[in-house]
């Protein structure tokens, strides 16, 4: 069974760009959470998906944004990139949320901000 | 506000013997509690969960412990063995509309040594 993917695993990108990043679940999850992850605040939720709606929200700015799509795949999306938005973004799947199963990771997209 | 603090920024262990990796938070809503391990340029993976409704949950070589008035787990690796030198997280899962959302910890590096 092939895991969380995704894509891609490096990127840079200078001040002010925007990126989008994407993540394909686990086959069958159809919950997506997006993570952050830097040295100095660790990893912090971002946002969770289920059925194409985002039903949680962490505490970051609007230029942080995500969609998921009919099949579960997710995209995250960050405007006006800020030196500070470098970091590793994680993707999570669970085949259900709330209901005490195991989100499963992706290995991650490192983005550095130039 | 940290909910969730690993107290042990890192942890020594000789191959064979015990490790014991702490955690403790202070939001009461937590009540599903999963640990994973996290080796460089990969995500987190999922290693052991434990309800709320338990105190104790047994998966081979691993065992998290739950003592929810002191709101305080512990996960106990035995016999450790090299190839489980990693960072370990706590991550508490809250429940009501907390929907995807891990809260961890900043995590212990644990090293194993042959």
């Known amino acids: 069974k092939a895991g969380v993917t995704q894509t891609p695993r490096y990127l840079i990108k200078t001040r002010g760009q925007q990126v989008t990043l994407s993540c394909s679940p686990i086959?069958?999850?159809?919950?997506v959470s997006w993570y952050q992850q830097t040295p100095g605040q660790g990893l912090q939720f971002l946002f969770e998906y289920f059925s194409e709606t985002q039903r949680n929200k962490g505490n970051f700015p609007g230029r942080f944004s995500g969609r998921q799509f009919s099949n579960s795949r997710s995209e995250m999306n960050v405007s006006t990139l800020e030196l500070g938005d470098s970091a590793l973004y994680l993707c999570a799947s669970s085949p259900l949320s709330g209901l005490n199963q195991p989100q499963h990771f992706g290995d991650g997209t490192r983005l550095s901000i130039l | 506000d940290q909910q969730v603090k690993q107290n042990s920024p890192s942890l020594s262990v000789q191959e064979g013997r015990i490790s014991i990796l702490n955690c403790d938070y202070t939001?009461?809503?937590?009540?599903?509690f999963l640990w994973y391990k996290k080796y460089p340029a990969e995500g987190p993976t999922f290693l052991i969960s434990i309800s709320s409704i338990k105190d104790k949950n047994e998966d081979g070589r691993f065992t998290v412990f739950l003592n929810k008035s002191a709101k305080h787990l512990s996960l106990h690796i035995v016999p450790s063995q090299p190839g489980d030198s990693a960072v370990y997280f706590c991550?508490?899962?809250?429940?009501?509309?907390?929907?995807?959302?891990?809260?961890f910890g900043q995590g212990t590096i644990l090293t194993v040594h042959p």
């Open positions: 086959s069958g999850h159809r919950s």
């Open positions: 991550a508490p899962h809250a429940g009501g509309t907390s929907y995807g959302k891990l809260t």
């Open positions: 939001n009461s809503m937590f009540d599903y």
